[in-house]
């Protein structure tokens, strides 16, 4: 008698949890893909565009553009993510003094970035400094107010590493401290000002519950949970989407 195969077991559980997904959130894209699509509509051509903080690229940046940008250049000062990340050009730096010239860039990109800022008002001036006049800042980050934050901030740091390593098979290497001083949209904006630029533009999204799929009674519990918050106050919601122009 042969012994089950767990990779189909994984397999078969993993289409429950997608049927479920789709099932209850029908219309739902993915916060990851309106960023992408967001950043492919704002590139042109002749565009030189900065990765804020893409270390090994997770979310496919570089491939979703496609060739768009004349020049796509990511920053970061995590080594070990710089040299998994397979595009082309790639920095070591820091975003509060970032190493390349006034008015370089057409477009910055900084996903997951704003979480993990312990001066955020630095770096959003480094960002205006280093924007032409008009050049926008396209940025994706967890909400502050939203119930993942409440649960990362009651954990110790360690415990919140083991969890993610655990529950979402991310490296203790991929999680870094959070700050969440630049994860509200009042507080985005009001510092965008501060340093010259302009909130243009801002989405909240609430999203899959991916971080408990883990566990089949877990994720069926905040399906609906999700659901519901979808129905409160996009201050409630999980990630926000928006846009930072760089005024003349």
């Known amino acids: 008698m042969s012994n089950p195969d767990p990779s189909a077991a994984i397999s078969v559980r993993r289409e429950h949890i997608e049927r479920r997904n789709r099932r209850w959130f ?16 704002a590139a042109r051509r002749d565009d030189a565009i900065l990765h804020l903080g893409g270390g090994h690229d997770s979310l496919g940046v570089e491939a979703s553009l496609g060739g768009l940008a004349r ?24 975003g509060e003094q970032l190493p390349f010239r006034s008015g370089l860039f057409d477009l910055i ?7 993990h800022l312990p001066c955020p008002r ?4 480094e960002c205006r400094r280093c924007l032409r006049p008009g050049g926008r800042l396209i940025f994706l980050c967890p909400n502050r107010y939203g119930y993942i934050y409440m649960i990362s901030a009651a954990l110790p740091y360690r415990l919140h590493t083991r969890f993610r390593q655990w529950a979402l098979r991310v490296e203790e290497a991929d ?14 904006s009001a510092t965008a000002r501060q340093v010259g630029l302009r909130l243009e533009a801002v989405e909240s999204y609430v999203g899959w519950p991916t971080y408990w799929e883990f566990s089949d009674l877990l994720h069926r519990v905040f399906v609906v949970a999700h659901r519901i918050l979808e129905l409160m106050p996009p201050a409630l919601h999980l990630t926000l989407i928006g846009v930072l122009r760089r005024e003349s």
Do not use: Q
Not at 26 to 41: D, K, S, T
């Open 175 to 188: 999680t870094f401290p959070t700050y969440y001083r630049l994860n509200t949209v009042r507080r985005i």
């Open 122 to 125: 630095a770096v959003l001036a």
């Open 26 to 41: 029908a219309n739902y894209i993915p916060a990851h893909e309106v960023y992408c699509a967001a950043a492919r509509r």
């Open 71 to 94: 020049r796509l250049v990511c920053v970061d000062p995590d080594l070990n993510g710089l040299r998994r990340n397979r595009g082309r050009l790639k920095v070591g730096g820091d």
């Open 109 to 115: 990109l900084a996903e997951n970035v704003f979480e």
